[in-house]
């Protein structure tokens, strides 16, 4: 069996989805699995899976976070080398941010929700931080491709989220109806019935098909 290592990123701008000034954009985002927050003086990163972050179309009352801290050895080239406690958060703020795994807390919803969001991972950011919190916690390593299986519909699902979101309140729909309704939409199987659309997300060859039923979805309740 081949060795499987911790993987290293070949460019540090392709962990981030948004950071700085981007982050308005993605506004709408529902909170997920990496994006870091800015709380008072602290700055934490939501480490649980998105599904665990919720319950329903909220925040769970409480949320499992650590601390984002200066590591002061910098960041390794190789991610495999050594620092098993820590995500790399290489060019965020500062040069050598990392999200402490030996640093956990537990804060409320309204700590979240009030706070700010100063960076979101990619779908390559979250696959690796999820590596590395996985062989923090197990000494077990999975490949990201394996990771990716498993979190790409979550993923898309809070990009289209944010997406319809934005489109709907622009038309003059109120946030929590548009939360509520695209939450439902989700929830529900498509046409021809079976499993719900968030699970189709997690199909590759069926993703393309929810994007496009969302897309007419929206276009109607827009009207």
């Known amino acids: 069996m081949p060795d499987v290592k911790l993987e290293t990123p070949s460019n540090y701008d392709e962990l981030y989805l948004a950071r700085g000034t981007d982050i308005a954009v993605f506004r709408f985002r529902p909170a997920f699995t990496g994006d870091v927050f800015r709380m008072g003086e602290r700055l934490v990163a939501l480490?649980?899976?998105p599904?665990?972050?919720r319950k329903g179309t909220d925040l769970a009352d409480r949320r499992l976070v650590t601390e984002v801290a200066t590591n002061q050895g910098g960041i390794p080239a190789d991610w495999a080398s050594g620092s098993f406690k820590r995500?790399?958060?290489p060019e965020l703020l500062a040069d050598s941010l990392v999200i402490s795994f030996d640093q956990p807390d537990v804060v409320q919803r309204g700590q979240i929700e009030s706070?700010?969001?100063v960076a979101i991972l990619s779908s390559l950011g979250v696959d690796l931080l999820?590596?590395?919190?996985i062989h923090h916690n197990s000494r077990v390593v999975i490949p990201t491709i394996t990771i990716n299986a498993l979190s790409i519909?979550?993923?898309?699902?809070a990009d289209l989220l944010c997406d319809a979101s934005s489109e709907l309140t622009a038309a003059g729909m109120g946030l929590p109806e548009a939360t509520?309704?695209?939450d439902r939409w989700f929830s529900e199987p498509d046409a021809a019935g079976g499993v719900s659309r968030r699970e189709m997300l997690a199909n590759a060859h069926r993703r393309s098909a929810v994007r496009a039923a969302l897309r007419r979805?929206?276009?109607e309740w827009a009207e």
Not at 130 to 133: C, H, I
Not at 153 to 157: L, S
């Open 130 to 133: 999820v590596q590395r919190w």
């Open 87 to 89: 995500m790399f958060l």
């Open 47 to 49: 480490v649980q899976h």
């Open 217 to 219: 979805q929206v276009k």
């Open 153 to 157: 519909g979550p993923f898309d699902e």
């Open 51 to 53: 599904c665990a972050i």
């Open 115 to 117: 706070a700010e969001r």
């Open 180 to 182: 509520q309704r695209l």
